[in-house]
């Protein structure tokens, strides 16, 4: 990331900030012209970026500055107290930096000037300027408070503005910051590597060897020619009845695998069949090339991040044949992209939910009335997605068992004696004896377990150990940037934020909540009749944390 783009990024993060906190405001650059007409917002250079919260640099406040700073060349982040003049500055601002200073965790002092780093252990940007602005901000106002300093070090509103409004105006006429299409250039990313990858398998023929090369044949005529290459790395035609060779551009194959159109100065004959073998071998990946080794899966995560939406796009990837870290990063982005499966995908997907009547004769098998009110053993869902998984005509296909809360079940109870059989490494080897038909019975490794539960269930503490072992756990946490009005982007990021500090991390409210708000209205509806009622839930008892968090969103209790 650029340094240009992080004053960006921090901006931005800064803003959205103000939306929730109209009276909160920061130091914005000044001068020179050059450094702001380049980007640079805050204070820095092309090394760092000082982003201080109160009045720097003016008759009142000369020497003494807070600052969030940013090193690039180190790729670190810390808090920077500085106020080196003490001669210059009243009692009451010294107490309120030496009580700022012992407020931090850990510090360094540098060079014995009264200059303080709390250097932070993590290197995520936002994650540690969301500590600035909520823990340590929160602190730097109750001491101003406290040292009657308020007035001379917050920077007024109107002050601000005119700096804010200079920079939108710079940032119109410039425009400076066009986002990248990212999936268009990864796109772009793979169809060069491709190429790449097909001139690597090329032979080098830099004499014009006759019947050299990797042969082909041209679409209409069906004429044989050779493909090779030089030093140079061009892919290079020759027909098969002829001395002469033809540098094919490798842009041709590009604009082919973009828009399946070629130039007509291009002889298509010749690279129609170069490129389909190119798309063939490495642009398109045979699905049986990759497997998932890991069989168990349980999403988890607090209310409304995705989890059960999320099943789908896993049983499609898994099903296309990704590998375990394209899988589990595609899931761990959780972006708003609905995956509809097709009949045949359907028919091998089965879904059930889990709860405390539940049992393993609803599972695997047991005894049940028939409609003739005869007791005959009955094979449960577990049971019968096995059975046609195993069948040698679907060995190569993969089959799907969704459990929707499968923490609310009592898994002993449920699973029974095939606990064990559900492992990857015990998988279509070990077999058992059912207890109800005599049956022998088996797991087949082509069966995808993938169960889903809330984390903030208090159940999930007393999780089955052997549950625990036996499934990979993925990990899902609300995706901000799936949420459009602006407003309430600001508030999901804000509630989330002071309920990891109360309560944890394990209880942020999900984005799901928040992404079908278009006005003010709708998200006014949703705080009242979605979001207090769980806020309610997740402080039940303590009514003063819960008041202060309502006032967050301005519903009365």
């Not at 459990?403 to 609310?408: A, L, T």
């Amino acid at each position: 990331m650029s340094v240009i783009e992080i004053h960006e990024n921090i901006l931005n993060k800064l803003l959205e900030y103000r939306e929730i906190d109209k009276n909160f405001t920061f130091y914005l650059r000044q001068r020179p012209e050059e450094k702001l007409s380049q980007g640079y917002w805050f204070l820095g250079n092309e090394n760092y970026v000082n982003v201080p919260l109160f009045k720097v640099g003016d008759k009142d406040n000369k020497t003494q500055t807070v600052g969030f700073v940013y090193d690039l060349n180190n790729n670190k982040t810390f808090i920077e107290i500085v106020y080196k003049n003490i001669k210059d500055i009243k009692d009451n601002e010294i107490k309120f930096y030496e009580e700022l200073v012992s407020f931090l965790p850990k510090k360094e002092q540098k060079a014995n000037d009264n200059r303080y780093w709390y250097i932070f252990e993590k290197v995520d940007l936002i994650e540690n300027l969301e500590y600035y602005l909520y823990t340590f901000r929160d602190k730097c106002l109750d001491l101003l408070n406290k040292y009657q300093l308020t007035e001379k070090y917050i920077i007024k509103n109107d002050d601000f503005n005119m700096k804010l409004n200079k920079i939108i105006e710079i940032k119109n006429q410039n425009k400076l910051f066009i986002k990248t299409d990212k999936k268009k250039l990864k796109n772009e990313m793979i169809i060069i590597e491709a190429i790449e990858n097909f001139i690597n398998e090329l032979e080098l023929n830099e004499n014009n060897i006759p019947k050299k090369g990797m042969k082909f044949e041209t679409i209409k005529q069906k004429k044989e020619y050779y493909v090779y290459t030089n030093k140079n790395r061009k892919i290079i035609t020759k027909p098969l009845d002829g001395d002469k060779q033809f540098s094919q551009p490798i842009s041709v194959f590009e604009k082919y695998f973009k828009t399946g159109e070629i130039n007509k100065d291009n002889d298509s004959s010749y690279i129609i069949p170069i490129a389909e073998y190119i798309k063939e071998n490495y642009l398109e990946k045979d699905i049986k090339k990759t497997k998932m080794n890991i069989k168990n899966i349980i999403l988890y995560g607090a209310p409304g991040v995705g989890k059960t939406h999320n099943t789908n796009k896993l049983i499609s990837l898994i099903d296309e044949g990704k590998s375990e870290k394209e899988v589990f990063s595609a899931i761990k982005e959780n972006i708003n992209e609905t995956m509809i499966l097709n009949d045949d995908l359907k028919s091998r997907m089965k879904f059930i939910t889990f709860h405390q009547s539940f049992g393993y004769e609803d599972f695997i098998e047991g005894f049940r009335p028939n409609n003739e009110g005869n007791i005959k053993i009955k094979k449960g869902i577990f049971h019968n997605i096995c059975t046609e998984a195993i069948k040698e005509e679907n060995k190569d296909k993969n089959y799907y068992l969704v459990i929707d809360e499968i923490n609310r079940g009592n898994i002993s109870k449920i699973f029974g004696e095939l606990i064990t059989l559900i492992e990857e490494d015990k998988r279509d080897k070990i077999e058992v004896t059912l207890p109800y038909s005599k049956e022998t019975f088996k797991v087949p490794s082509n069966l995808f377990i993938i169960g889903t539960m809330n984390s903030t269930d208090k159940s999930i503490a007393l999780i089955d150990i052997a549950l625990r072992r036996r499934f990979t756990f993925l990990k899902m946490s609300p995706n901000l940037k799936l949420i459009e009005y602006k407003k309430a982007k600001v508030l999901c990021r804000f509630l989330n934020i002071k309920i990891s500090k109360t309560i944890g991390k394990d209880y942020k409210i999900g984005h799901s909540y928040f992404m079908n708000i278009s006005n003010e209205n709708d998200l006014n509806f949703v705080l009242e009749y979605k979001i207090t009622p769980l806020l309610e839930e997740y402080f039940y008892g303590n009514k003063e944390q819960l008041d202060q968090i309502l006032k967050i969103i301005r519903v009365s209790p």
